[in-house]
């Protein structure tokens, strides 16, 4: 177990920049989670810090030493792949072994570590089946055995759970969080998928075309996201966007819409950010936004409702599943002032 | 597709049984012969029923060869032809095997030049480049011996293509688990590129073990001392055309026995073959 920190880690290919510069101390025990959209560079970071792909600038430290220079096996991380990457060949019992084996290890304490970890694993039983005869899910698990019994300084996961079905993308969900506080071994865990990130996550870092745009808890990244990016990314449907022109407290959407907002200092073109959950029915003063409704996903505890603001920006709003709304009408919907989220218009960074 | 019909379900099996029977009839006819007395061969007067020679002919054959001009025993050109076509196939797949875990799994100076080098030789098969070969070979001192009729024909661009192929296949991830898991390159290559690779071993062993036994031209060439004859190319010594008769029934015994070996080997290797494929990953 050990505190893992990048310090301005860049990686280019060739002229090409992918990563330009992630500053992060991940603390002992800690569950680091590296979200973002398909080629933002979350992948190649990770791999970094594994050592399958060398380090263009900065340095990289596990539990203190840089690590810049030394081979995978000699970082003492173990890393869990999408594919599994299970040696086809070899017996779930094997599979596990193997890694402990090259490093030469006792041959009772290979055997005690590999049973325990499949008990844990609830694997006991599997131990002599080749890969091929298991399923998804329990290929997941070995995979995951094969990284417990390395007893490694860290855990690195590479979008362990997108190639499962939904139902059991859930059930490992929950079970890796518990295996992680259950062995507190500090872990960076790559995902796409935002509600992946926001359950597991101790901390996230999210990532855009190569730049940490936010690292933080999950619900300080809800709460105050730094960026119109991470606004969107995070939460899910994703937040509402409307251009509007901010002065002395007052927000004006267009259309004749003014939201007052009397601690806003912010003046000029900004992006106004408001997630679906927060707007509720009814109108209220000074933060009113009519909508004339054009679709509705009944969800069951809830219904999302689509439609335009006067001004024309699309807009969507979460409200209870029970509420009778009908087609075509006109609604009045309100936030709280403290809900509303100001960006630059140009930058997309926050601006309160 | 095949409409479950019997007119069509007999018309089907009735063209697969013509022609398994103009594969099969030559053979079975060698093999009849083989039994029967040479003269009742030259005749013609031999049925299509077995003789009652057989055992004294193979035996005859194993150990002693034609007598009418003396040819070295059937079971030391069996010998040689082994000996041939075992060097020829490990030696191929062994030499390929490692080329293409070069070429596919390292990056070094030329890699592609190196490969496209393999690649060319695929455009100048053995008959083409036998002057020089045998140059090399007969300058060595090679002439007459196992090493000048196999070394030549071991390099194979074929097989090294095969494998490559096959290690594209391989994908990355495994590599990178392997090289976390503290696998360097010797132990890859021996505790997962071999093992995955066994049912192409298998395959190619089959092919080129065939290969090997078969080659005719070069052991034409580079054997002059008639111990060192290998099956194929035996026969066709004991074919006489003039001064004295040929014995047909040795030479239908040999060719029999010249067909047991790849025979065997196919059946053998088949079986781990199959099985391969059936429990392949993926």
């Known amino acids: 177990m050990a505190e893992v920190e990048l310090r301005a880690v860049r990686k280019s290919f060739g002229a090409t920049k992918v990563i330009h510069g992630v500053d992060i101390k991940i603390a002992d025990g800690e569950l680091v989670v590296i979200v973002g959209p398909s080629g933002c560079g979350k992948s190649t970071l990770l791999r970094m810090v594994a050592g399958l792909e060398t380090v263009s600038e900065g340095t990289i430290a596990i539990d203190g030493m840089p690590v810049n220079d030394r081979e995978p096996k000699d970082r003492d991380i173990a890393m869990v792949f999408q594919n599994y990457a299970l040696y086809p060949h070899m017996s779930v019992y094997d599979n596990m072994a193997y890694g402990l084996r090259n490093r030469g290890m006792d041959k009772a304490e290979i055997d005690r570590r590999v049973r325990e970890a499949a008990k844990t694993l609830e694997l006991a039983h599997l131990l002599e089946r080749k890969p091929r005869q298991l399923s998804g899910g329990q290929r997941q698990r070995v995979a995951m055995g094969r990284a417990i019994v390395r007893e490694p300084k860290a855990f690195l996961f590479d979008e362990p759970l997108s190639n499962l079905d939904a139902k059991l993308r859930v059930q490992m969900r929950v079970e890796i969080k518990k295996l992680q506080r259950q062995l507190g071994v500090t872990s960076l865990y790559v995902t796409h998928d935002q509600v992946e990130a926001m359950t597991l996550a101790d901390r996230l870092i999210v990532m855009n075309a190569g730049v940490a745009e936010q690292i933080g808890t999950p619900m300080e990244l809800y709460a105050r996201p730094a960026t119109t990016f991470v606004g969107g990314f995070i939460g899910s449907p994703a937040m509402n966007f409307f251009p509007a022109r901010a002065a002395n407290g007052r927000v004006e959407l267009g259309g004749g819409i003014v939201l007052a907002m009397s601690n806003a200092t912010a003046a000029g073109e900004v992006t106004v950010g408001i997630r679906p959950e927060h707007l509720t029915l009814g109108g209220a003063d000074g933060v009113s936004l009519p909508i004339k409704v054009e679709l509705i996903e009944h969800l069951g505890a809830e219904a999302l409702v689509y439609g335009h603001l006067p001004g024309g920006a699309a807009l969507t709003a979460r409200i209870d599943g029970e509420t009778d709304v009908a087609l075509d009408a006109q609604l009045t919907l309100s936030v709280e002032p403290r809900h509303i989220h100001l960006f630059d218009k140009t930058s997309g960074r926050r601006v309160d | ?282």
């Open chain 2, 1 to 282: 597709m095949v409409e479950q019909r019997p007119l069509s379900k007999f018309v089907a099996h009735a063209i697969l049984v013509a022609g398994i029977v103009i594969v099969a009839f030559p053979v079975y006819l060698t093999l009849i012969a083989s039994t029967h007395e040479p003269a009742d061969i030259v005749n013609g007067t031999m049925g299509l029923l077995p003789g009652h020679m057989g055992v004294t002919h193979y035996f005859d054959a194993l150990f002693s060869g034609t007598k009418q001009i003396k040819s070295t025993p059937v079971l030391q050109m069996m010998g040689n032809s082994l000996v041939m076509a075992l060097v020829i196939a490990i030696g191929k797949i062994a030499i390929s095997i490692i080329s293409a875990y070069a070429v596919v799994f390292f990056r070094f100076p030329f890699r592609m030049f190196f490969f496209w080098t393999i690649f060319v030789t695929l455009m100048l098969p053995v008959e083409v480049r036998i002057y020089p070969t045998y140059k090399v070979v007969a300058d060595l001192g090679l002439l007459n011996t196992y090493a000048g009729l196999t070394i030549p024909l071991i390099a194979s661009a074929t097989a090294t293509l095969l494998f490559r192929q096959f290690f594209l296949t391989i994908p990355d991830e495994l590599v990178e688990a392997a090289q976390i898991d503290g696998a360097g390159p010797m132990k890859f290559f021996r505790d997962i590129v071999l093992p995955l690779s066994l049912t192409n071993i298998a395959a190619l062993f089959v092919i080129l073990f065939i290969y090997g036994w078969n080659q005719y031209l070069w052991p034409l060439l580079i054997t002059t001392d008639s111990g060192m004859d290998t099956i194929v190319y035996g026969i066709r010594r004991m074919i006489v055309t003039s001064d004295a008769n040929t014995d047909w029934h040795i030479v239908m015994a040999t060719t029999m026995l010249a067909m047991l070996p790849p025979v065997f080997v196919v059946v053998v290797m088949q079986r781990l073959f199959v099985k391969g494929l059936v429990d392949t990953e993926k």
